[in-house]
């Protein structure tokens, strides 16, 4: 652990240095965000992120990317995700043709990985991935959670675990050791470790609870639907199109529209969908107030449920038209 | 929180700071894990290794740092919410302390002390040379970690240097425990016959207690008679006379509260861990005034047990250690206060009623079942006019009233106050004549606890009601 930690670029960020960061790349954090984060880059740990969707938490890997000038390695989860697809894969077909053609061999012979140490921190095996053997470099496709490990370039890559309750239990249990030691073993091949330990971040929508080892791993942040203030200067920032009372006007039907009992309430994303809709069918000269046709015209920006939207009924739309004209006072 | 090598010499109190923290971040643990909230094994090492990042300065960034290494589930935040507020004031009001405790007379420095120490005490101020093996004051400097029954869901107890001992009670079954330091009580142990070796009571105590009886039996009655000045309009009086006006409320007179003298009831717990942590003879001249000047007195004494000893402390010719022992308790077994409350509600029923004020002496490390603690208490509360509580470990400058016992009772006293010396009876009593029973009083109000009075320490008498307005702010 100490000597990650030494190794770690990012020992000496302070909070003031990543809310920089933030502002840079427009996105909008809360304190708790801010120290969270920054606590996770600081002690070199991977940082799950729990809310509901839409809410900014693949937002948050692609903008700690942008910020630090990185590399994003993304891997979506999935049902039946396996290692191979995560992780890595020979190249059968070049491993075929090389031994057909006689220029490789399954047992290993003369050395023709010349880069060998280049890639660092990496352990070789003598005995099994000798030269001219098919179980080389050449041969091996990189699969993110490789990649994210063997990157060269002395900068550590973000790598964003996306909706990891997606994956089988089984997989969540093979990232254990990604997690904790930031290597992995390839039988063939040795044991590949990060010579800089990437920024992970792991993201859940709560589709079902993850394993105690994995969380223990793991720094928390769970992140709330922001609130209205928040959310209108994601919008401002996001949407810079959009006439600024207007931008007020949507953050307010929005949270006025999470006050209902949706079966899936609007997250940020929705909410800068339908703020671009909104600034997309406004005419230039046209400074009025959102009116309640233009809102339930573009109400599927914002629901994504047949049932939802057949709950929007006309009294809806006038409370709705109530809570974007209140919303210029709150600007203010 | 870095390592504490070299920086010894330069600050001494660097180490007690660390010390401070860990032990405060251990209890916030097993606090959180008490509640249900699944704390990862190693969180507590996350969290010491994330407050060592973020510094303690800001308590938002405290809060994040620890809420993103302790929990791990959304539903855990209400628990953590509940929580952190105590913890950031206990671990902030610690090392303030120890901050501050380079500077002036130690606040505590005559911890330990008996009464006779107290004038050279607050006399000279604190030596540095020897506040290296004094107790950090106010900081559980010897305590030890929390320790969480086998099963996980039990009680976090931590054990409290007080006054004079420590004590770790609450514990059910821990028999098998080393004697590692201090004197430990086995709510299963064996009971055994104590050599009373009480000394008598001194005039102070004397003068003490009687303060405190009699500011607990001049409390205002509920009967109000007809006054000029008094505090409330007498509503009744007024809608009579105003017959005479034709309806019209011309004058309104006023009423008070007549005074009242209220009967007296005291409950002594003689546990080991309560008769270790009070001053015996104070406590002695506590029982000896109730029984003697308050109306219609009656004493008892429990701990698994409960008799009567009314007529051992009223009758004159007997010492008061022989009162004790006459009552045949046998002391040190653990306390069952609700089995207590279930005795006295059953034997002596009329020893509590609307018009009785009862003074309970117990550390509330209550062994029995909690359900029938729950029933007594409400049942005195009930019953009676008012219920005072004399904590033994209440004089500590940390303490709360966590214990399973102390929470469950805090809600049905009127007033919790320390008692571990005599003066500690004249500061209770300064409270209770100055604001009444209903009013603000209790442990949290003690002006010495505050931190009011660093050159006064405890032990401090407050005879005069003068000194006793300048501390109320807590500024002296």
Redesign the interface.
Known sequence: MSGELDANPFASLTEEELRERFEETDYVADDRTVTTVDLALRLGRPLLVEGPPGSGKTELGKTLAEGFDTELIRLQCYEGLTAENALYEWNYTKQLLAVQADEGTVAGGAATNGDAGAAGGRDREAGAAGAGSVFGEEYLLERPLLRALRNAEGRPPVLLIDEIDRADEEFEAFLLELLSDFQVSIPEYGTVSASTPPIVILTSNRTRGLSDALKRRCLYLHVEPPSFETEYEIVRRKVPELDAAVAAEVCSVVERLREESFLKRPGVAETLDWARAVAALRHDDADEPLAPDVIERTIGCLLKEAEDVSRVDAELLERLHDAASAAAERVE | MASSDGTETETPDFPAARRHLLTELIRFVAVLRRDGV?V????TL?AA??LA??GLADE??V???L???L??E?AD?DAFDEAFPTFWHRLRSGLDRIATAHDGPSPAGDEGADGDDREADDAAPADDSERDDAAEPGLLDDAEPPEMDADGDGDPTVKIPTDRRHVAGDRPTDESREESDGRRYSAVGESALVEADVPTPSSEERAAAGRFVDALSSLPGRRRRRSPTGPAVDARGALRASLQTGGAPIDLPRDAPTPSELRCCLLVDVSGSVLDTVDRSALLALGERVATSARDARVFLFDTDFAEATAAFADPARSPADALRAAEIEWGGGTKIGHALGELRRTAPHAVDRRTVVVVVSDGLDVGDPALFTDGITWLSDRADGVVWLNPLAVSPSFEPASRGMSDAAPYVDGLFGFAAASDLAEAARQIERRGLGGPIGYEHDPRRTGGAPGGGRGRTDDETGTGDAGEGGVV
């Not at chain 2, 990862?40 to 969180?43: E, I, V």
């Open positions: 699944a990862p094994a190693s969180g996350d290794r994330a990042a973020v938002r960034r809060e994040a740092a809420r993103a290494s929990l791990a959304t935040g």
